[in-house]
């Protein structure tokens, strides 16, 4: 049950922690350029920085990610509309 829940959610998984990782190997990178440029860093406007680089980053870096997930989002989307007719034309039968 385990593994077919996780098939369901794979790229919202991968894309997610793929995000996650991105966003702290920027913040990583911006705290440690602080620290060697200035001695000290101000953890908020790093957070941020890495918050607003990440992001530019992963819309160029997880294209395929993404486009994965919005596949598989569509898919469902078209999967429950067509129950949602089926069952609505159902209850006009009846």
């Known amino acids: ?3 077919r829940t996780l098939g369901q959610v794979k790229e919202f998984v991968v894309y997610t922690g793929l995000r996650l990782l991105l966003f702290a190997a920027t913040f990583g ?3 440690g350029i602080w620290l060697l440029a200035t001695g000290s860093a101000n953890i908020l406007i790093a957070v941020v920085i890495a918050f607003v680089v990440s992001g530019i980053g992963s819309y160029f870096l997880l294209d395929r990610q993404r ?3 919005a596949q598989r989002v569509e898919t469902r989307a078209e999967k429950a509309t067509q129950a949602f007719e089926e069952r609505r ?3 006009d039968v009846d």
């Open 89 to 91: 034309a159902k209850e």
């Open 67 to 69: 486009e994965a997930l």
């Open 1 to 3: 049950m385990l593994v």
């Open 29 to 31: 990178m911006v705290v």
